[in-house]
């Protein structure tokens, strides 16, 4: 089996958003979608306060809410783990984004483009109206790059071009991609040995998505 996560180690993140314009460079997401965002948190009491950056966004879940109230069934879970929308079956309803609890997905009624005079030839080319406008968006793990990189017989997690953008980006090493299900690949290693969290636990969501923040037993 293959079971694709991935993991945050709060440890390294500097909050410097590289992922965050890596996910909109890659993905074209228009302005108001931001798929991958760095929360800024205070952390502690005063006078022993710290900063905590905090990446988040769609966390791929076993169990996923957004599935199981999406009358249309545009929203969909891979055997991999990767949660799917299907735009030529969304219907904008947005009960998916009621129910989803990291408020991980997105719908503009109309797109804007950052400048006053429209969207440019790169906009145009960059952002597909299909998958932003009238419907619902959200993180995909840059499936697209996955798949074209198995298909090639590429390593997800190990080859960058068939790991997600934001990951390729990260400067400080904090983001990583791949098989839980595989013993040997960095994100197994990485929750073995070390203790992690995931947003949410109690609502039984499953996330793929790990933060470590601290050794584990050795």
Known sequence: MTRFVMVAD???CVGCQTCTAACKENNGTPVGVQWRRVLDIEAGEYPDVSRVFLPTGCQHCDKPPCMEV???TATGK?????VTIDYDLCIGCSYCIMACPYEA???VEDLVYPYEEGATAADQARTNPAKFDGVVS???FCIDRIDAGLAKGLVPGRDMEATPACVQGCISGA???GDLDDPGSDVATLIRDNKWFRQHEAEGTRPG???LWDKGAL
């Not at 891979?78 to 990767?82: E, F, K, Q, S, T």
């Open 138 to 140: 959200k993180c995909t």
């Open 10 to 12: 709060l440890r390294r």
């Open 78 to 82: 891979r055997a991999d783990g990767l």
């Open 105 to 107: 997905r997105f719908k």
């Open 209 to 211: 998505f790990y933060y």
């Open 70 to 72: 999406c009358p249309s």
């Open 175 to 177: 983001l990583r991609f």
